[in-house]
């Protein structure tokens, strides 16, 4: 499965259900080198380079239930449907 957000497109999903958080990286499984909260809440995991290399979307679900669309600035400021996270939050 891919999911694309903005100009990044992530090619692993996780999402745990009890916690209501979704995981999503780019290529194989890496330690990031640095992260950063966005302005929303979430999550951005950098590699050495800088480069994006994951996202960790908290309370997926809950805002998608309420809101019916995730902000998310990675890094320009994208706006996320539920028909581009419902295979990912199914896989739980």
Same mark, same amino acid.
């Given at each position: 499965?891919? #999911?694309?957000?903005? &100009? ?6 996780? /999402?745990?259900?009890?916690?209501? $958080?979704? /995981? ?10 640095? &992260? ?15 480069? $994006?290399?994951?996202?960790?979307? *908290? ?10 669309? *995730? ?7 994208? $706006?996320?449907?539920?028909?581009? #996270? &419902? ?6």
């Amino acid at each position: 499965m891919t #999911l694309t957000i903005g &100009s990044l497109t992530f090619d692993h999903a996780t /999402y745990d259900e009890r916690g209501d $958080v979704l /995981y999503l990286h780019i290529g194989e499984r890496q330690a990031a080198a640095d &992260s950063e909260e966005t302005p929303e809440g979430h999550v951005l995991r950098f590699n050495d380079r800088g480069e $994006v290399i994951g996202v960790t979307i *908290i309370n997926a679900k809950w805002l998608l239930e309420r809101d019916h669309a *995730i902000n998310i600035t990675v890094p320009e400021h994208v $706006v996320v449907g539920p028909e581009a #996270l &419902s295979e990912a939050l199914a896989a739980a």
